[in-house]
């Protein structure tokens, strides 16, 4: 009996170190993070004095290992060549490119707008790119597809499988 009881003290004082070990870890972990939060983000890429297109953010952090930053509620727009927005819920900005996530619309100045759950836009090759399913809207009418690219200045789009028109009254 005697033996079960330092047992269970024992037991109980590792796992309270333990707890106490791994809930300060956590604590640094989060501090360190809200000291890279980024509020009101913005930033503008030129490309020989021509300004291509600005990206601002609600919120945000900074992460130096990845030297990236992860955005929530996500607008980007387009200055030169085709005047395109992109919103999206979240994105990841690195050096040379830019993922878009969850609710993401495009929004192309003839009216069409795609939506989809993710997209990539590539800076080095200037194009957009999901593989994921897309609803288009122009004017009055949807239609269904998977995946497209998007480049030429945002001028020329294709279409990675066929387009079928989407009709929710029939």
């Known amino acids: 009996m005697i033996s079960s009881v330092r047992y269970f003290r024992i037991v109980t004082v590792s796992i309270f170190f333990f707890l106490l070990f791994c809930g300060r870890e956590n604590t640094e972990k989060i501090e360190k993070y809200q000291e890279d939060i980024v509020t009101g983000f913005k930033s503008e890429y030129f490309q020989k004095d021509v300004k291509i297109y600005s990206i601002k953010s609600d919120t945000g952090y900074y992460i130096d290992s990845m030297n990236m ?4 509620n996500v607008e980007y727009d387009r200055e030169d060549g085709e005047k395109v927005k992109i919103v999206a819920e979240s994105s990841n900005v690195f050096e040379k490119r ?6 993401v619309r495009v929004i192309f100045s003839d009216s069409m707008v795609l ?13 957009l ?3 994921d399913s897309i609803m288009i809207e122009k004017k009055d009418d949807r239609m269904l597809t998977k995946g497209f ?3 030429d200045n945002f001028k020329k789009t294709l279409f990675l499988s066929p387009v079928l028109i989407y009709d929710e009254n029939k």
Do not use: A, Q
């Open 69 to 72: 930053y992860i955005l929530k």
């Open 129 to 131: 790119r999901t593989d």
């Open 115 to 127: 939506y989809t759950n993710h997209l990539l836009y590539d800076i080095n090759t200037d194009t």
């Open 149 to 151: 690219i998007c480049f």
């Open 98 to 103: 830019i993922e878009y996530f969850k609710n």
